[in-house]
């Protein structure tokens, strides 16, 4: 495929560097977003010309605009896609624009430029074929399959009733917990914070700016926050009548079904569990890492297997182990492991 990339912001550059990492080549434009000179276009015109596939980066408000621009340009063997968070308004440009002529698609890629730079996995996106163009709809499919991304297929309406109650309600949330002073810097937080503190920090360093998109360009967003702020309106005078009465045990929250004879054991070990699950995803984004280490010192010339690199890490991993209060000689072998199945993964 010849890719082009019209739009070059946060996601457009991201997406730029996983077509790199995976071998394709692309070029890119956008008015305003600096694109390194060996991606960049001369012109829309020469990208639109240039390239058979198109990926429109483009922000939903301006996604009209893109389309009405480009579409004097297109040819029938173009294939032309969005990657906005929304579904059922770009997918309804796509086919006023573009109809039964231009095959084309609509997508969304579950993931950001953070958690790219984490190496979050797995990428996913979802697939939202025109009923005009289905072939066109497997060739996007493979592409993102070539990029290592997991592909689900929904009708716009099905994604954006989904991300109305998910996607959109957790920005909703973050934004009135942030002004509320949730995000500020705190002495001290419980455990059972730890996981909203960890999706204020994603939803303010990945797609902050996406907040007004989210909920204005979805046309379920709107039902799902009146229905939210409905619950907890209800929730909170259920809890003021309670203070009143000193009842209220209706208003505790479900338990987890924990097993009758020990529910400590069976809680511990579903603890576990699910540290063990969280491991193994954080050793997989670490292995991504290391693959994206090993091809910078390819490009430098530099050996992949490093000696002195490797004796470091082991020393401050000894150290963070007794700063833990843990066995340094077995957090060492850990570790060790570690570094094994690393240099198994780049091939040394």
């Known amino acids: 495929m010849r890719i082009g990339i019209l739009g070059y912001g946060r996601f457009g550059g991201a ?28 012109s829309l015109q020469d990208l ?63 993931f950001g430029p953070v958690s790219l730079a984490r190496a979050e996995r797995p990428l996913r996106v979802v697939l939202c074929a025109s009923p005009h163009h289905p072939e066109a709809g497997q060739k996007i499919e493979m592409l993102f399959r070539s990029l290592g991304c997991e592909v689900l297929c929904q009708s716009p309406e099905d994604h954006d009733r989904v991300m109305a109650t998910t996607h959109a309600l957790t920005f909703f949330i973050a934004k009135g917990l942030l002004a509320v002073g949730a995000g500020a810097e705190l002495p001290f937080t419980p455990p059972s914070f730890h996981a909203i503190a960890r999706t204020l920090e994603s939803v303010r360093e990945d797609a902050g700016h996406l907040f007004a998109a989210l909920q204005n360009e979805n046309p379920f967003a709107s039902g799902a926050r009146e229905g939210l702020l409905e619950a907890l309106s209800a929730i909170h005078a259920s809890l003021a009548e309670a203070l009143k009465t000193g009842g209220g045990e209706q208003l505790s929250i479900p338990g987890l079904g924990l097993a009758k004879r020990s529910p400590a054991l069976q809680e511990a070990r579903d603890h576990i569990d699910a540290l063990d699950q969280e491991l193994v995803g954080l050793l997989a984004r670490r292995t991504e890492l290391v693959l994206r280490a090993g091809r910078a010192k390819a490009e430098l010339n530099l050996p992949i297997h490093d000696p002195e690199r490797e004796s470091a890490q082991l020393q401050a991993r000894r150290a963070w182990a007794a700063e833990s209060g843990l066995d340094t000689q077995g957090v060492e072998e850990v570790f060790r492991s570690v570094l094994r199945a690393s240099r198994v993964a780049q091939g040394k």
């Open 15 to 42: 997406l730029g560097s996983l077509l790199r990492e995976a071998g394709h080549g692309f070029r890119a434009w956008d008015p305003v977003a600096p694109i390194p000179a060996e991606h960049q276009a001369g």
């Open 48 to 110: 639109v010309t240039d390239h058979e596939t198109l990926v429109l980066a483009v922000p939903v408000p301006l996604l009209g605009s893109a389309l009405g621009s480009i579409r004097p340009m297109l040819r029938s063997d173009h294939l032309v896609f969005d990657v906005g968070s929304v579904k059922v308004g770009p997918c309804g440009l796509l086919e006023t624009y573009l109809g039964a002529a231009i095959p084309h698609a609509g997508t969304h890629p579950l």
